[in-house]
């Protein structure tokens, strides 16, 4: 996927999203989600969907404090949240789960992070 032309989307939604180019490849990163940000990192970034909710990327560099927050189950890498709801990768599937409930369901959200960024940007306020 050229991820270009999200980056371009979710910039012309709002200046204030900004992307910096990642230089190089980081390690620690499951596999799913590398080709992504091995290429970019959204250094402020909130996407606004068609039900006025908001979906926040994070950089790389605040990726494993996120991981210390949000304490994903083994397998499972947050990335990004949806109204404070996780979103994360498990395996190449990207899920989310309610965040502070005592019973955790996993929901499916794409099947991989290029399935992820097209639900998104389908999603996006015009």
């Known amino acids: 996927m050229d991820y270009r032309q999200f980056i371009t989307t979710v ?3 709002d200046e204030r999203n900004i ?4 230089l190089g490849s980081w390690e620690g990163l499951p596999k799913a989600i ?15 969907l068609n039900d006025m909710t908001s979906i926040k990327l994070f950089p790389l560099s605040e990726l494993y ?5 949000y304490k994903p189950a ?6 990004a949240t ?5 979103i994360a990768c498990r395996g190449e599937e990207i899920v989310t789960w309610s965040h502070g409930s005592h019973y955790i369901s996993i929901e499916k959200l ?4 290029d399935a992820w960024i097209s639900m998104v940007v389908l999603n996006m306020k015009k």
């Open 74 to 79: 083994k397998g499972l890498y947050v990335f």
């Open 82 to 86: 949806h109204e404070g709801d996780p």
């Open 19 to 22: 992307f910096s180019i990642s």
């Open 34 to 48: 590398q080709p992504f940000f091995n290429e970019f990192s959204p250094d402020d970034v909130e996407v606004i």
């Open 65 to 69: 404090s996120l991981q210390e927050e």
């Open 11 to 13: 910039m012309a939604q």
């Open 110 to 113: 794409a099947d991989s992070i």
